[in-house]
């Protein structure tokens, strides 16, 4: 039986919030976003700011949101593969990072040695399953939520969201759900509307937006290395690639599929059968984009190399890169 651990929404500043948003202070953030919080407010965690809205001012240059390189790496464990982490972060240098099953309680996460690594982070844990964090190069992510909202019976640590560098990055492991059908499948499904609901909410609110994590869906047939052996599969059953693909119909951009339209490509390979040597893999780790960052897309790829080391985790880091935002 799953260990679990209570998932519930953290209320953060405002003025926090939009300090990171643009590299200003949380005492005097830059004018654009201290007029923005008047008012705002992401993933039903945010409180009006405690100060009224100035009619007449006079702006400074609007801070530019410089570009950035943004991952997702579902871990496997983050304890036990802690080396291929850090050698990764060395090697690569992402600016973002959402980790995904971390498999350890909350005091088990090993800030020290992610912080001396050069990131700030922020983590929502739980002992044996599951697990989610985000990490950000050179500062400290604003936490805007901790748990998906919409129902208060789950407590499985799946999700949590912050606000970095001009972003709303929100961080998900959704559920595997086999064996198909049953209680998990079902429950994947409900948790799947959930997420779909909140992210059109999200969608909604215009802000630059990247829901990125272990989403254990493989979109299209294009996703699998043999499709006609997963038909049955939690990960590949009509239900789930028809709420993938109703996700992304709200406006998300799946960033891997808009720049390798045609390419068999993955980002997942079991233990089992030599899978990565023979490359019989799944594309199950997606980066959603919102259309305020759709535009800012540059690359996006698959660090497929830190799969076939040792001791490494069954995925592969996935990355998008950002080109620099112009001033608003």
Known sequence: MEQRAAATPTTVAVAEVIAAFAGGSASRPPFGLRLAACGLRLGNALRPAPFRCARRATPRRAARIVGMRLATFNVNGINGRLPR????LVETKPDVVCLQEL????????????????YGAIWHGQKSWNGVAILARGRQPVETRKG???????VQCRYIEAAINGLIVGCLYL????????PKFEFKLRWFERFSRYAAGLLKSGHPVVLAGDYNVMPTELDVYKPERWLDDALFRPEVRAAYKALVDQGWTDALRARHPGERIYTFWDYFRNAYGRDAGLRIDHLLLSPAVAGRLEAAGVDRAFRGREKASDHAPTWIVLRDAPPG
Not at 85 to 88: D, I, Q
Not at 175 to 182: E, K, L, S, V, W
């Open 103 to 118: 498999k350890a309680p909350q005091e088990k996460f090993p800030r020290g040695e992610i912080e001396k690594a050069g």
């Open 85 to 88: 982490l850090l050698e990764w």
């Open 148 to 154: 998906l909202p919409g129902d208060p019976d789950d």
């Open 175 to 182: 559920p595997n759900g086999n064996p198909a059908p049953g």
